[in-house]
């Protein structure tokens, strides 16, 4: 094909390609716009022949496509295809302005990826995480003392922050996520800090609006009174393995606005055994849960660590599979 915007896919079943494009985004469009995008990375890898006529033939030359147009469909090929997006960077000057600072936007550190060693050395060698890092999450680790001043330092416009960690969070930690005036998404092991009485006072975080809580328990009278003022504006709330129902009205009872409860069951792919005793977890857990509110949902993650990353790419994330199975509900219940 000639034009650059020509594209040709094939189609085993349309009604099977387009309820994959209505799930996940994987329709012939999007296939056709990865096309183009390697195309075109394929078009500025190949060197002239000597013929003069390739430079005038040329369609990089020129964008064929209006920038605005150009910017999306390279920044949709880099987000379905991840490892492409150092390759897509190389295609221009503008299209590395465009998709370059995608590659520090997300960052996921755990055990198999170094600890907190590698993302110190991360923020010590590529500065523009500085700048363009969003998207935050320590899986798995000990916290040193100094973990959350150092990231609040290295990464300070960070939307998105989870800690996931047996360490507690500290008032000290608490004053440095202060740190993060963009900061709206947040898992820390809480319950420690608002559960004793001593706890010093904390200024409330009203700008966060996602919640992760773990290791909460009904028995800390003082918890939710004091989650409640700290984060006083959430609208998504997560519990962990905690299929209680007087915890779950406690909860939409100290936020109002709250759009979602999430009750998540984890569940590590292990035997064929294991997968069966944790469906019938699951499904007690539903049975108690149910009917106490339609903005409460539960669900089993086998891999949190991928959903985070998921959805810190495309925004599709168990939060936002709670957000669809609320609406549903209440558009059944209506």
């Known amino acids: ?12 079943g349309l009604e099977d390609d387009w309820q994959a494009g209505a799930w ?9 716009e990865e096309e183009l995008a390697l195309r075109r990375v394929n078009l500025s890898s190949a060197k002239p022949t000597g013929d003069p006529s390739f430079l005038s033939s040329s369609p990089m ?9 150009e910017r999306v469909v390279f920044e949709l090929a880099a987000g379905r295809d991840r490892e492409m997006i150092c390759t897509l960077a190389l295609v221009a000057r503008r299209v590395n302005a465009w998709i370059g600072p995608l590659r520090y936007q997300v960052v996921l550190i755990n055990r198999q990826r ?3 060693d590698a993302l110190w050395g991360i923020s010590e060698r590529c500065p523009e995480t500085r700048t363009h890092t969003r998207c935050l999450a320590v899986s798995g680790l000990e916290l040193p003392a100094d973990t959350l001043p150092r990231i609040t330092a ?5 939307v998105d922050l989870r800690l996931w960690s047996y360490t507690p969070a500290t008032a000290a930690d ?14 820390h092991n809480l319950h420690t800090l608002y559960a004793t009485v001593d706890a010093g006072p904390v200024a409330p975080f009203s700008h966060v609006t996602h919640l992760e809580l773990y290791k909460l328990f009904n028995e800390h009278a003082l918890t939710l009174p004091r989650l409640r003022a700290a984060f006083p504006a959430l609208t998504h709330v997560t519990l962990f393995d905690l299929p209680d129902a007087r915890l779950a009205r406690a909860a939409l009872q100290s936020w109002p606005a709250l759009m979602v409860l999430l009750v998540v069951r984890y569940a590590p792919r292990t035997t064929a055994r294991a997968a069966e005793r944790d469906h019938i977890r699951y499904d007690l857990d539903t049975k108690k849960l149910a009917g106490i509110d339609p903005r409460v949902v539960t669900c089993m993650l086998a ?3 991928r959903d985070w990353e998921d959805g810190a790419w495309s925004g599709e994330d168990c939060w936002a599979r709670a957000e669809e199975e609320v609406a549903q509900t209440r558009m059944t219940r209506a």
């Open 1 to 12: 094909m000639d034009d650059p915007r020509a594209a040709a896919v094939m189609l085993g």
């Open 24 to 32: 996940g985004g994987r329709d012939y469009w999007a296939r056709a």
């Open 61 to 69: 030359i020129d964008p064929v496509l209006p920038p605005e147009l």
């Open 114 to 116: 170094g600890g907190l």
């Open 154 to 158: 290295a990464f300070p416009h960070l």
């Open 174 to 187: 608490m004053k440095a996520l202060h740190a993060l005036p963009h900061l709206r998404r947040l898992s």
């Open 303 to 305: 891999d949190f660590e």
